[in-house]
């Protein structure tokens, strides 16, 4: 049986993604794999890097991006959602604070689920809401691990810079302070699926007044553990 759809480009990028199921591959290393021709296979790749369904390694290897990831976290949102809600409302419980998750989705990101503060001055975001990639913790936490290209494009419009985004790989949290909306601030962690990919932020966020100049000090330790636990859930439904 043929296994070609004849359209070619899609086979081609079908083939990319075979070839790096196994593991990261320089540009002449997916040529092999492939039997592409050379030119050919670079135009893809980097046209794939874009649209962030390829990535690199700290080699510069081409690897699958976190695009890909993202897609299939999207076809088991249903788990993740489920899995979320008791976490949420438990960080609520333990800051005080309305609690989010975010997942990004091409230039925005999008709050997928949430725990409100019962009562009082708070950071009001509804499910469904699409917050900008540039501005906010949750925002660092989404961008901080793709690859060095995504980064560079990211911090275009940014109102953080890359000094900021390495804090955040180094310390496993992102805060921000009136950096999304005066007044407010949040701090965010991030999720992740068993091979460690970043599928969604876990937040925090409330008045300035509350959370101080300097929220990751109040809350940075109880939203890392939220993370964690999600992520571990995540494992969890992955060995299923």
């Known amino acids: 049986m043929d296994d070609t759809s004849g359209v070619g480009v899609l086979d081609k990028a079908a083939q990319m993604f075979t070839a790096l199921e196994q593991g990261p591959l320089t540009l002449g290393g997916l040529v092999a794999a492939t039997g592409l021709a050379r030119p050919t296979a670079h135009r893809l790749a980097v046209a794939l890097e874009y649209h962030r369904m390829l990535g690199r390694d700290l080699q510069g290897r081409f690897v699958l991006g976190n695009r890909i990831q993202e897609l299939a976290a999207a076809s088991g949102e249903d788990r993740l959602l489920a899995a979320a809600a008791p976490i949420l409302a438990r960080l609520r419980d333990i800051t005080g604070e309305s609690t989010q998750l975010f997942r990004r989705q091409g230039?925005?990101?999008?709050?997928?689920?949430?725990?409100?503060?019962?009562?009082?001055?708070?950071?009001?975001?509804?499910?469904?809401?699409?917050?900008?990639?540039?501005?906010?913790?949750?925002?660092?936490?989404?961008?901080?691990?793709?690859?060095?290209?995504?980064?560079?494009?990211?911090?275009?419009?940014?109102?953080?810079?890359?000094?900021?985004?390495?804090?955040?790989?180094?310390?496993?949290?992102?805060?921000?302070?009136?950096?999304?909306?005066?007044?407010?601030?949040?701090?965010?962690?991030?999720?992740?699926?068993?091979?460690?990919?970043?599928?969604?932020?876990?937040?925090?966020?409330?008045?300035?007044?509350?959370?101080?100049?300097?929220?990751?000090?109040?809350?940075?330790?109880?939203?890392?553990?939220?993370?964690?636990?999600?992520?571990?859930?995540?494992?969890?439904?992955?060995s299923e």
Request: charged share 20%.
């Open 107 to 238: 230039d925005v990101r999008v709050c997928i689920a949430t725990a409100e503060r019962p009562a009082g001055l708070r950071d009001t975001i509804l499910v469904g809401s699409q917050l900008t990639m540039t501005a906010g913790s949750a925002a660092q936490v989404l961008l901080a691990w793709e690859s060095a290209d995504q980064i560079e494009r990211g911090l275009a419009d940014a109102n953080f810079s890359a000094v900021a985004l390495s804090t955040v790989r180094r310390q496993g949290w992102a805060q921000s302070v009136g950096e999304r909306e005066p007044g407010v601030a949040s701090v965010s962690a991030p999720v992740r699926t068993p091979p460690g990919n970043v599928v969604a932020a876990i937040s925090v966020s409330g008045p300035i007044e509350r959370l101080t100049r300097t929220p990751g000090r109040l809350h940075a330790t109880a939203v890392m553990a939220a993370a964690e636990r999600l992520s571990e859930i995540l494992r969890r439904f992955d």
